[in-house]
């Protein structure tokens, strides 16, 4: 490792799974990172999410993939029923073929986990120095170098900064200054202990239950001991971003006319935390000079294809080789970056939206979507998400999106008649 790469530094904002991730990234390629986080301590808030291969290839290319494998839960299928009727949808099955296929598994494990995976790798490495309690407010592209100012008027300089820090990111309000699109679709998520979960539901699946405006998963979590409950529906009211303490009357007042079995879920949680979702239009870049963006910050997206940390990672792991790419030339490296990731993540977030409108179709629209997927065989599930689980640190900085052609799996359905 040369002199000149030890002394490079790039500051990272926000201390989630992607910059997090980042940091890990930067490290490898002899980068020094200073890790400025608002809250008072790095942690993660939030109950489950889904990886797919493409995940578990990003950990194992951080140093992370180990401690995620053991905190993970490796499922036997996914699974869509319909809400309604208790009907089943689809069935993919992720288990030997679908690990062979794709190099690895499709796995579920806790937010905090996650996090708490990468955050040992980034606690063990010491060109990574982290800071909490500190929100950067401003910052000067216009030197060599940047400098960030945050609310106690303290400076930081680097060579350059990556703005991970969210959904609602000071970095790209400075970089950007356009606005957020929110949904108007709300999220309601709770952990529960197995006991509390009905017996004919603890399948070690996600499943997904499908019903009119409105949708519920579940899976499991540490070892089976706990369940992801999550329910969706479109709101009534005019909603803001944000987050919030929820409530079952809430939950229940969407969730009429479905049936019994996936009902009883409803009433499990005692409390719930209640997000009211948005995401961003796809842009042309997401920086300028020494600046980028990474993870919730450069491409928010809805969790209807669950995919938003495995994008994340994919961003730290791709910026990491871009970095190796060019030499340590951050700006080359952070355009090269960018452009292999803006159009793989509008794809991911365009195709997430059309997801979003199956899952939730009613009347004709779901007798179409139900059909969808009949007689189809597991190898042509396969070969339908190859573009998303396909990603590996190898291809990477070559990964496109398969020349623009939308992928079988996210057929869109007709548009209704007005």
Avoid at 111 to 135: G, N
Avoid at 263 to 275: D, F, I, K, Q, V
Avoid at 288 to 305: I, V
Avoid at 377 to 382: D, E, I, K, L, T
């Amino acid at each position: 490792m040369n002199h000149e790469k030890q002394q490079q530094k790039v500051i990272i904002v926000g201390g989630g799974i992607g910059g997090l991730a980042a940091a890990l990234a930067l490290t490898r390629q002899g980068i020094r990172v200073q890790l400025l986080e608002q809250a008072e301590q790095i942690g993660e808030i939030g109950a489950g999410i889904q990886l797919g291969p493409n995940a578990y290839a990003a950990l194992d290319a951080l140093g992370a993939g180990e401690a995620a494998r053991r905190r993970s839960v490796f499922t036997d299928h996914i699974i869509m029923m319909d809400a309604v009727d208790a009907g089943e949808v689809v069935r993919i099955d992720v288990g030997a073929a679908f690990q062979q296929r794709f190099g690895n598994p499709y796995g579920v494990i806790h937010r905090a986990d996650i996090h708490l995976s990468i955050l040992e790798a980034v606690e063990q490495d010491p060109l990574i120095s982290f800071q909490t309690s500190t929100r950067i407010t401003s910052m000067d592209l216009q030197g060599p170098g940047v400098t960030l100012i945050d609310q106690h008027g303290q400076r930081y300089q680097a060579d350059a900064v990556l703005g991970c820090d969210g959904v609602k990111s000071v970095v790209r309000e400075q970089l950007l200054g356009d606005t957020s699109r929110v949904t108007g679709h709300v999220v309601y998520r709770a952990v529960v202990d197995e006991q509390e979960m009905p017996e004919e539901l603890r399948v070690n699946a996600p499943v997904l239950w499908a019903g009119p405006r409105c949708h519920l998963v579940h899976y499991p979590l540490r070892g089976g001991q706990q369940y992801n409950l999550v329910v969706t529906f479109h709101s009534r009211e005019q909603e803001e971003w944000g987050v919030r303490d929820g409530s079952k009357a809430e939950v229940l007042s969407y969730f009429q006319g479905i049936h019994p079995s996936p009902a009883r879920l409803l009433e499990t949680p005692s409390s719930w935390r209640r997000w009211a979702t948005a995401d961003r239009e796809p842009v042309a870049r997401w920086g300028q000079g020494n600046a980028t963006l990474l993870g919730d910050a450069a491409h928010p997206m809805s969790q209807y294809l669950a995919q938003g940390a495995c994008m994340a990672l994919e961003d730290a792991v791709t910026l990491g080789e871009a970095v190796r790419a060019c030499g340590h030339d951050l700006q080359a490296a952070f355009r090269l970056y960018e452009s292999v990731r803006i159009p793989r993540t509008a794809r991911v977030v365009w195709s997430t939206r059309e997801m979003g409108r199956l899952y939730h179709a009613q009347g004709v629209e779901r007798s179409v979507r139900n059909s969808l997927w009949e007689g189809r065989s597991q190898a042509q599930f396969y070969d339908a998400v190859q573009w998303l689980y396909g990603w590996n640190v190898d291809n990477c900085l070559g990964a496109g999106v398969n020349g623009g052609r939308r992928s079988p799996l996210f057929k869109p359905l007709p548009e209704p008649r007005r």
